[in-house]
């Protein structure tokens, strides 16, 4: 009966490693070190984003308002054309005067205008991740900063090299 016991204890104990099982087990790849895994940038938080988006889309509001108002200024509401000087009543010095405020709505236009696809780029920004990053150096550009002046790619640092 002793015979038994022992045949049953002997299948209960774990075989002993041999060296050829020391040997498989340390020829296993190991995993890489975290040091060589590509560095995590943290970003701004969602909250934070959201924040951000808000200001862009107010400020892209009174983007197209001013679009709209220049828009209403510089042409006739009746015809849907370009208002032009009014012969009958205008000098030639009116008509100058005349010609040079409208060239000059369409540069605010202009300007508006490429104000707005700043602003629409910052927004696609925001939705794919990279709003906030600095384009030369990389690093989180400042909150206040992006409050300022919520399109920027730069942080204040590059910005003043680059404008040198």
Not at 72 to 77: G, Y
């Amino acid at each position: 009966m002793r015979k038994k016991i022992a045949k049953k204890t002997a299948a209960r104990k774990p075989a002993k490693k041999t060296s050829a099982s020391k040997k498989s087990a340390s020829a296993r790849p190991k995993a890489k070190p975290a040091a060589s895994r590509a560095p995590v940038r943290k970003g701004f938080r969602k909250s934070d984003l959201n924040y951000f988006k808000q200001i862009i889309l107010n400020k892209r509001k009174e983007i197209l308002e001013e679009l709209e108002s220049l828009k209403s200024t510089m042409m006739d509401d009746q015809t849907g054309e370009y208002v032009t000087e009014n012969s009958t009543y205008s000098l030639h010095m009116e008509q100058g005067t005349d010609a040079m405020e409208r060239e000059k709505l369409f540069l605010f236009a202009s300007r508006e205008g490429k104000f707005l696809n700043y602003l629409d780029d910052a927004l696609k920004r925001i939705e794919n991740g990279t709003y906030g990053f600095c384009t030369e150096c990389g690093n989180l550009i400042d909150k206040e900063r992006l409050e300022a002046v919520p399109h920027t790619q730069q942080c204040v640092d590059c910005k003043l090299k680059k404008s040198k």
